[in-house]
């Protein structure tokens, strides 16, 4: 079974507005982490925002804020005020506490900013 | 020099031929990743070394060979590819493998297999 899902493929969005990414996950652990990455077209991945499963509040970081909710288990990135480096591949990723060192990348979303 | 390095950025090799992926962290960190990123397909993790430890081999197979040597550097080494191995390969290093540190990714070597 899919661990992440990212449903968008692919996202267009104009310049200066804000855009919400989808990520839905599935663990049965209750203690977990949740990521997310942006992907330039030169390869790179840049982590972006981080939310722990027993966080109470949503993560921030600038311009990029986390809708976490729990009991839906989604974590979908909100990029405010777009601007046109923001064109990349987005990844949305989680960490179990299982043991394993594994983390788990979802299909990922393009997103494309209009001028 | 900063964060994560790849070298090389660009390989092209035939089916016989043996090469290296060499990945560099600055950062400290004590555990590190190799991913495969074929288009259209989730990033799929490859091995995990915790403390220069193997602790993941996610069903590699045997033509590609990974090496630690210390928690700064790390290796893969390619022998007998096949295209469907033609792919970007991405180095991570983390703090420690069991925490919830992000990853730290290197830009990738882009590999064509003729």
């Known amino acids: 079974a899919q661990k992440i899902t990212q449903t968008q493929p692919g996202m267009f969005v104009q310049e200066k507005e804000a855009v919400t990414l989808d990520c839905t996950y599935d663990?049965?652990?209750?203690?977990?982490?949740l990521f997310w990455y942006k992907q330039p077209s030169s390869g790179e991945m840049i982590f972006l925002i981080y939310?722990?499963?027993?966080?109470?509040q949503n993560a921030t970081e600038g311009r990029y804020s986390l809708n976490f909710q729990k009991a839906r288990k989604s974590a979908n990135l909100v990029i405010s005020a777009s601007q046109l480096g923001d064109s990349a591949m987005y990844f949305c990723?989680?960490?179990?506490?299982?043991?394993?060192?594994?983390?788990?990348f979802g299909t990922g979303t393009r997103l494309k900013v209009l001028a | 020099e900063t964060g994560v390095t790849q070298t090389p950025r660009h390989l092209v090799m035939g089916m016989t031929n043996k090469k290296s992926l060499k990945c560099e962290q600055h950062?400290?960190?004590?555990?590190m990743y190799w991913y495969k990123q074929s288009a259209k397909k989730p990033l799929e993790l490859m091995f995990v070394?915790?403390?220069?430890?193997?602790?993941e081999n996610n069903s590699v197979p045997s033509r590609f060979s990974p090496e630690c040597p210390n928690s700064s550097h790390l290796f893969l080494h390619l022998h007998t590819l096949q295209p469907e191995d033609s792919a970007l390969y991405l180095c991570?290093?983390?703090?420690?493998?069991?925490?919830?540190?992000?990853?730290?990714f290197g830009d990738g070597t882009r590999l064509s297999i003729l």
């Open positions: 991570a290093s983390s703090q420690a493998a069991g925490s919830y540190q992000p990853q730290h």
């Open positions: 663990t049965s652990d209750p203690s977990y982490g």
């Open positions: 939310q722990g499963s027993y966080d109470q």
């Open positions: 990723a989680m960490r179990e506490s299982t043991g394993t060192y594994k983390y788990i």
């Open positions: 950062l400290g960190h004590n555990a």
């Open positions: 070394y915790n403390f220069k430890e193997q602790t």
